[in-house]
RNA sequence: GGGUGCUUAGCUCAGUGGUAGAGCGUCUCGUUUACACCGAGAAUGUCGGGGGUUCGAAACCCUCAGCGCCCACCA
């Protein structure tokens, strides 16, 4: 360092540039060995508890979960500097399929399938992955700053988690909530298993259309399918109920070729008039829709084919050939007896494949584990309808009832291997049987071989984890939670599952008191991210280039509740940019002695600058308040930013500069440094780190998550104060735009002397400061009249007339428009009947205003020369 | 098909009855002793179209047109 620069005053502490690097990983390490975040912590409120969503198990952390746990953990920090007792019951280990999934790819790739590996094995590799990606999550959140009770969290499959999830089951079982019943699945021929939706790739394939005619004369219908062989096990034709081609025909039965069975013609919604013929066969166990109609109209199930998918059981000459096979054959035989109405060929349509040998896949019927979900979800939606729940935003609570007023029953099991068996044990004489948690299946019985799907125990999160079916301390005074914050795109998967299965075990009560709903981030266009598009935010890498706060407040600024955020790097640079501003602001007031020593001086000792500040300080901390509570995080944030960057850094900052530099600033440097002080705990649950370094190097505080909540001193809110500091930035913006016109450069000297109203010249010696005006003895060449003072000053030469003449005359052309607004408005006979008192008195000191600047205005054109 | 949103400055979005806003971008000037990740100033909108309610509409109602998301479906 230079002679020069050591000389000027430093400030302690602070570097003179900032890097986030530089203070993130110790301030990480400092909350984590405090124990934060722990419920345990002394507390004076009551406790708040909040349900984090599960971040995706892929080992990295997507923006989308950056969002979530920057909410979670603003609400945290403000929380537990309110006073209350934090607890987060972090959702780590949910996602079930998506889990097993990505195992089962990484060992595709290596050309193994699960089958290959066996059950126990796999299951094992699961495990491992599991603790792998897991320990990846949890440090890149960390780099985020939450702070999570860690101890909180168990994995999905644990022994505490398995108690509650049999003892649950057993629980609906037994009071009939759970059933089995016949399903159709998707099935593979060739690996022999059943496959989950996530393990069917669909594609389009080259397949035909055909039309064929059933029945014979007037008692004919002709359908149309992608599939004629499986005609062989048609139940019915349906067609639509007001279909006037087929009304007539409704309720008769039709001959069923080559099987020659009589099938009945029935109605349903289901049918699409235009499409096809308008007719549709029904093969009841060889097809999702098919199987659905069959259900509501007491259809017979035929199966026509086995296992591996070749014909069987029909007893017709196609018994014994493979599937494609007889397709070829059955419509041959058809031709031959002139049943083929059209065919087209090829057809363009999606079929489903399996994902690991790419065989069509075949729909099957089989057993699945059902819940009654209608008893449920009456609950859970009364919990909403009553109010117990609230939704946030309220906007999306039709969105909710929409979802939960319509489900269908819930098929729980699933064809796969990780997750929770099913604990339903079968007998050799096909007795059934609930095996609960401290039970032990008999001999030679043998376990259901499906797991339940991840929704079944992830749903129980807001209970099992606290010990659940035990009667636990925890679930006393935990339960329900204060708060589920979440995008809305998982409202109708997790959300509503919880809120069933919570309601259900326990008696009654709904899981969280404010289920908050966060949209989701988008690119800077708006569009959704993928990785196929190449326009994915890695919050690590913007991390590493901006800093943990400039993300942070970059997502909380654009969480406007429930709706979409679109996210570009732009965005989080200003944000980087904001935190150095906040950053030298700091360093700027603890050069010239800012400090929160001692109580704040009398409010009316204090001069109008300073009061002003502690008003807008007021103001500020007045709305934030509010709009955090209604989780209304984006305009929060933006009051904060304007507070910050415009009022102190642009104009408390400045014109104290003046004040700073004489010997009459103890008053201001304490008002400054409680400014500052209130303002790092208010910014604290947005950007944690930064606050976090310049409060304690500037107050020697331990840790703002231990500081109070600042709360808003409305006795502090100056009508008087905020009126003259208006004022006075009425002057200087008018004496900027003027030296700006004259071309006059920002460092350059005026010599300039004010007259007028006695209150703003008591501030002129900081006027002057600010706008370079020297004091001396001059003859003005210019002169200038703005809030109730004249301005003379000195160019030094001729002014730009045109300029000045062109600035002033743009003026006068507002005032005038301004003007005529207003005395229509007065004019008017109707608005002056019916407007509000307070509407009239406000347009009257507009019109007032607007014609006092255009007498100013034309006054200084005229003498312009 | 059912549901639900959106359309405001070049871009992304706030704004639920009283003179149209922010961030970024653009243009001009400037390194003045916190900050060029900065300061000062400027430009920029028939608030998607059309009706209606109202003294007054970006906002409320109707309608038309685009765009999006969720759910279902594609025989």
Redesign the pocket.
């Known amino acids: 360092m230079s002679s020069a620069s050591s000389s000027?005053?430093t400030?302690p502490g602070l570097a003179?540039?900032?890097?986030p690097a530089d203070i993130e990983s110790a301030l990480y390490q400092k909350w984590l060995k405090a124990d934060y975040f722990t419920a345990d912590a002394a507390s004076t409120k009551e406790a708040f508890t909040m349900v984090l969503p599960p971040p995706n198990v892929t080992g990295v952390l997507h923006i989308g979960h950056a969002l979530d746990q920057t909410l979670q953990d603003c609400l945290a920090r403000m929380k537990r500097m309110k006073g209350f007792e934090v607890l987060w019951l972090p959702g780590m280990d949910h996602a079930g399929i998506a889990t097993q999934n990505v195992v089962e790819k990484q060992l595709g790739a290596q050309g193994i399938s699960r089958h290959d590996l066996g059950r126990e094995a796999f299951v094992k590799k699961v495990w491992d992955w599991k603790a792998e990606s897991g320990g990846a999550i949890l440090d890149q959140m960390k780099r985020l700053g939450v702070s999570v009770d860690w101890s909180r969290e168990r994995f999905t499959m644990d022994e505490g988690m398995s108690k509650a999830v049999l003892s649950l089951f057993k629980k609906m079982y037994d009071e009939g909530l759970i059933y089995r019943a016949e399903r159709i699945i998707n099935w593979c021929p060739r690996c022999l298993t059943a496959l989950s939706d996530i393990e069917v790739d669909?594609q389009d394939d080259a397949?035909e259309?055909?039309q064929i005619k059933y029945g014979e004369g007037e008692q004919s219908i002709v359908?149309?399918?992608?599939?004629?062989e499986?005609m062989l096990g048609d139940g019915a034709v349906?067609v639509?109920p007001g279909d006037p081609r087929y009304k007539h025909l409704i309720g008769t039965k039709v001959l069923l070729p080559l099987v020659n069975r009589m099938i009945p013609i029935i109605a349903d919604e289901?049918?699409?008039?235009?499409?096809?013929?308008?007719?549709?066969?029904?093969?009841a166990a060889h097809?999702?829709?098919?199987f659905?109609m069959a259900m509501r109209h007491n259809i017979p199930f035929v199966v026509i084919m086995n296992e591996h998918g070749v014909m069987d059981g029909t007893g017709t000459e196609f018994d014994g050939m493979d599937r494609f096979a007889a397709r070829v054959a059955v419509v041959a035989k058809l031709k031959e007896m002139g049943r083929v109405v059209s065919e087209k060929r090829p057809?363009i349509?999606?079929?489903g494949h399996c994902s690991r040998c790419d065989t069509t896949v075949e729909p099957r019927l089989s057993k699945q584990w059902f819940v009654k979900v209608a008893p449920l979800a009456k609950s859970s939606a009364d919990a909403v309808r009553s109010g117990e729940v609230k939704i946030e935003p309220?906007?999306?609570e039709?969105?909710y009832?929409?979802?939960i007023d319509?489900m269908?029953d819930w098929c729980i099991s699933r064809q796969l291997w990780w997750g929770h068996r099913i604990p339903v044990w079968y007998g050799p004489n096909e007795e059934v049987k609930v095996i609960g948690p401290d039970e032990i299946a008999p001999d030679g019985w043998v376990q259901d071989p499906d797991v339940l799907d991840t929704w079944f125990s992830s749903g129980q999160w807001a209970f099992s984890t606290f010990g659940w079916p035990e009667k636990t301390a925890d679930l006393a005074k935990f339960y329900p939670t204060s708060i589920l914050v979440t995008g809305?795109?998982i409202?109708?998967?997790w959300v509503v599952r919880m809120m069933m299965m919570s309601t259900f075990a326990m008696a009654g009560v709904a899981p969280f008191k404010t289920i908050m709903l966060h949209?989701?981030v988008?690119d800077?266009?708006?569009?959704?991210m993928s990785k196929s598009r190449g326009n994915v935010i890695d919050p690590i890498e913007f991390m590493d280039k901006?800093g943990a706060d400039?993300l942070r407040f970059t997502l909380a600024r654009?969480a406007?509740?429930?709706?979409?955020?679109?996210?570009?790097e732009?965005?989080i640079?200003?944000?980087?940019?904001?935190?150095?501003?906040?950053?030298?602001?700091?360093?700027?007031?603890m050069?010239?002695g800012a400090n929160v020593t001692g109580p704040l001086p009398e409010i009316s000792s204090l001069n109008a600058i300073d009061r002003w500040i502690l008003s807008r300080l007021s103001k500020t901390l007045r709305d934030v308040e509010s709009l955090l509570e209604k989780y209304?995080f984006?305009?929060a944030c933006?009051i904060l930013?304007?507070f910050a960057?415009?009022d102190?850094?642009?104009?408390y900052?400045?014109l104290s500069?003046e004040a700073f530099?004489s010997n009459d600033k103890a008053a201001s440097q304490r008002v400054l440094g409680h400014v500052l002080d209130q303002l790092m705990r208010a910014l604290h649950p947005v950007m944690p780190f930064i606050t976090e370094e310049l409060w304690c190097t500037f107050t020697g505080g331990e840790s703002l998550v231990n500081a109070q909540w600042p709360t808003s001193n409305t006795t502090h809110i100056d009508k008087s104060a905020e009126k003259l500091i208006t004022a006075l930035q009425e002057i200087?913006?008018e004496v900027?735009?003027f030296?700006?016109?004259q071309?006059?450069?920002?460092?350059q000297k005026v010599p300039g002397r004010f007259t007028g109203a006695a209150d703003i010249l008591a501030y002129s010696s900081a006027l002057r400061f600010l706008l370079?005006l020297e004091d001396k003895e001059f003859t003005p060449t210019a002169s200038l009249e703005i809030a109730g003072i004249k301005l003379d000053l000195d160019l030094t030469g001729s002014i730009d007339v045109v300029a000045e003449r062109s600035r002033l005359e743009?003026d006068l052309v507002?005032a005038k428009?301004?003007m005529q607004?207003?005395e229509v408005?007065l004019d008017?006979?109707?608005?002056m009947?019916?407007?509000?008192a307070?509407?009239v008195v406000?347009?009257k000191e507009?019109l007032a205003?607007?014609t006092a600047d255009i007498e100013r205005l034309t006054s200084a054109l005229a003498t312009l020369k």
């Open positions: 000027l005053p400030s003179s540039t900032f890097n669909h397949g259309f055909v359908i149309a399918t992608t599939r004629p499986t349906a639509h289901l049918v699409e008039q235009d499409f096809g013929t308008g007719a549709v066969k029904v093969t097809d999702p829709n098919d659905e057809y349509h999606a079929v309220e906007a999306l039709p969105r009832f929409e979802w319509n269908h809305y795109d409202l109708f998967f949209g989701l988008r800077q266009f708006g569009k959704k901006y400039a654009g406007n509740p429930g709706t979409d955020q679109a996210l570009a732009d965005w640079g200003g944000s980087r940019n904001f935190a150095t501003k906040l950053w030298n602001a700091m360093r700027f007031a050069m010239n209304e984006a305009r933006e930013y304007h960057w415009d102190l850094c642009d104009w900052l400045e500069k530099a200087v913006t900027r735009r030296r700006n016109d071309g006059i450069k920002p460092s370079k743009k507002a428009k301004d607004t207003a408005k008017n006979a109707s608005f009947a019916k407007a509000p307070q509407v406000e347009i507009r205003k607007t």
